[in-house]
């Protein structure tokens, strides 16, 4: 047997397990030289391998450096590139050895099921369909979350500056060669496969954003209400709020856009706009919550999440002292188009006198 592969030393309920049909599995992408490391629990079958293998051939060093695959919390498998890497800076929150990371990443991974387990619930009440990606970003760095099937789902890593996008291609590429495997049809998670399909030109009649202003902003016109105007469209991120917990919110939407009427066949324009409002607080508190489960693994604080859902995606950004930004897109297709609208959005803010976020909180 080559000694060009490892596994890891068997805990509780693992064992040793070559790759793929007994022979290393490269990982591919630039640079792929040195076989992926790979886990499995000892109650997966060898039925599994082709997962595994597709799992070893999605990680890069410039993309995805960990994948675990989970069945209702439970860890069966793991592929990782991690020996590959720097080692993190010292500290407690940089993860220590692979061997330790390695254990810690499965941990979060048990974690994230029961945690956004909840906020799929809370998702629900704007009728969007059910939670299917979650991208958690940590500074550099970020984690995947993602389902295959209702009760099956990948957690991932991207661990270095740059990788956190290629990361997240990564997995949806991986997502879909799981369902394609299984012969189930595509979730096209995060948008990427319409993300290169162009915004419509079709002529129509342009409607003004509805906007909102709850609070004392200190003017009749906050800036920030501006660019939450200027962000939102009925092809791209359709909802943008800023909220400051010691003042109020201010939120600009596009929701009276006739284009986007099929949206809105249960709840109501105004419910939307008052469930998200309830929604943006209650995941403030999530992310919180988050933040204190995922220190010891990653470094630095969450500053962004994305919740895709079957219809649309939800996007937070923390701004510093319990403010933050929240976007919304109804529509699946147009979620990479809304990703990048936000995106342009938290530019905008960090120009904007009195949103910048306090780097020292």
Same mark, same amino acid.
């Given at each position: 047997?080559?000694?060009?592969?490892?596994?890891?030393?068997?805990?509780?309920?693992?064992?040793? !397990?070559?790759?793929?049909?007994?022979?290393?599995?490269?990982?591919?992408?630039?640079?792929?030289?040195?076989?992926?490391?790979?886990?499995?629990?000892?109650?997966?079958?060898?039925?599994?391998?082709?997962?595994?293998?597709?799992?070893?051939?999605?990680?890069?060093? !410039?993309?995805?450096?960990?994948?675990?695959?989970?069945?209702?919390?439970?860890?069966?498998?793991?592929?990782?590139?991690?020996?590959?890497?720097?080692?993190?800076?010292?500290?407690?929150?940089?993860?220590?050895?692979?061997?330790?990371?390695?254990?810690?990443?499965?941990?979060?991974?048990?974690?994230?099921?029961?945690?956004?387990?909840?906020?799929?619930?809370?998702?629900?009440?704007?009728?969007?369909?059910?939670?299917?990606?979650?991208?958690?970003?940590?500074?550099?760095?970020?984690?995947?979350?993602?389902?295959?099937?209702?009760?099956?789902?990948?957690?991932?890593?991207?661990?270095?500056?740059?990788?956190?996008?290629?990361?997240?291609?990564?997995?949806?590429?991986?997502?879909?060669?799981?369902?394609?495997?299984?012969?189930?049809?595509?979730?096209?998670?995060?948008?990427? !496969?319409?993300?290169?399909?162009?915004?419509?030109?079709?002529?129509?009649?342009?409607?003004?954003?509805?906007?909102?202003?709850?609070?004392?902003?200190?003017?009749? !016109?906050p800036p920030v209400l501006a660019r939450c105007a200027q962000t939102v469209s009925a092809d791209g991120l359709h909802y943008a709020g800023y909220f400051d917990p010691g003042i109020g919110h201010l939120t600009a939407d596009v929701f009276d856009d006739p284009?986007?009427?099929?949206?809105?066949?249960?709840?109501?324009?105004?419910?939307?706009?008052?469930?998200?409002?309830?929604?943006?607080?209650?995941?403030?508190?999530?992310?919180?919550?988050?933040?204190?489960?995922?220190?010891?693994?990653?470094?630095?604080?969450?500053?962004?999440?994305?919740?895709?859902?079957?219809?649309?995606?939800?996007?937070?950004?923390?701004?510093?002292?319990?403010?933050?930004?929240?976007?919304?897109?109804?529509?699946?297709?147009?979620?990479?188009?809304?990703?990048?609208?936000?995106?342009?959005?938290?530019?905008?803010?960090?120009?904007?006198?009195?949103?910048?976020?306090?780097?020292?909180?």
């Open positions: 047997m080559s000694d060009d592969w490892t596994t890891a030393a068997p805990g509780h309920g693992e064992r040793p !397990e070559p790759p793929v049909e007994g022979r290393p599995v490269p990982a591919d992408g630039p640079g792929a030289g040195p076989f992926a490391h790979l886990r499995r629990a000892e109650h997966v079958t060898d039925d599994s391998d082709v997962f595994v293998g597709l799992c070893a051939r999605a990680l890069s060093e !410039e993309g995805l450096h960990h994948v675990a695959e989970y069945h209702w919390g439970v860890f069966n498998y793991s592929a990782d590139i991690l020996d590959r890497l720097p080692l993190p800076p010292d500290g407690p929150a940089a993860g220590g050895e692979p061997a330790d990371r390695r254990r810690r990443f499965t941990r979060v991974g048990r974690q994230l099921h029961y945690v956004l387990g909840r906020m799929d619930h809370v998702l629900r009440s704007v009728d969007s369909g059910r939670l299917v990606r979650s991208v958690l970003q940590f500074g550099d760095g970020a984690v995947f979350h993602y389902y295959f099937r209702a009760d099956e789902y990948l957690t991932g890593f991207s661990l270095r500056a740059g990788t956190v996008d290629a990361g997240d291609r990564a997995m949806a590429d991986l997502v879909a060669a799981f369902r394609d495997e299984l012969g189930l049809p595509g979730l096209n998670p995060g948008g990427y !496969e319409t993300a290169s399909r162009p915004a419509s030109t079709t002529p129509r009649t342009a409607k003004e954003p509805h906007l909102v202003k709850e609070g004392d902003w200190g003017t009749p !016109e284009v986007l009427a099929s949206f809105f066949r249960i709840l109501g324009r105004d419910e939307r706009r008052t469930r998200y409002v309830g929604l943006g607080e209650r995941l403030h508190y999530v992310v919180a919550r988050l933040n204190q489960s995922l220190r010891a693994v990653v470094p630095g604080r969450l500053t962004r999440v994305v919740l895709d859902v079957e219809e649309g995606a939800l996007f937070y950004a923390d701004r510093g002292e319990g403010r933050f930004a929240l976007g919304v897109s109804l529509d699946q297709s147009q979620a990479a188009r809304a990703d990048r609208r936000m995106s342009e959005l938290v530019r905008a803010l960090s120009a904007t006198p009195g949103t910048e976020p306090d780097e020292t909180h």
